[in-house]
């Protein structure tokens, strides 16, 4: 139920801040958000699947405490970054 590699990539191209960049905030959050809508697709056919719902709310969090320390530290940068992803009406 993970991401696959191309996906993982694709993502990876498209939010890193500079070429070897493979762990910064925005791209974390870009991550995690392609996860979540993955998981919240599965639950959506698997109703009973409490283990992959807890993972969801625990990735949630993690996504929402990321979002924060970005919002604190380039707000401007937080907000291209909801932008670009569609997220936080």
Do not use: C, W
């Not at 991401?3 to 974390?28: N, W, Y």
């Not at 970054?81 to 569609?86: N, Q, S, V």
Request: proline share 1%.
């Amino acid at each position: 139920m993970s991401l696959t590699q191309e996906k993982k990539q694709e993502i990876i191209g498209q939010f890193q801040a500079h070429e070897t960049d493979t762990g910064s905030s925005a791209l974390q959050v870009a991550l995690l958000s392609a996860r979540i809508s993955q998981l919240t697709e599965h639950l959506k056919v698997n109703k009973k699947d409490h283990s992959s719902r807890r993972g969801l709310l625990k990735i949630i969090g993690k996504r929402k405490r990321l979002l924060g320390y970005i919002k604190r530290k380039d707000p401007q940068g937080y907000q291209d970054l909801i932008k670009k992803l569609g997220i936080r009406g």
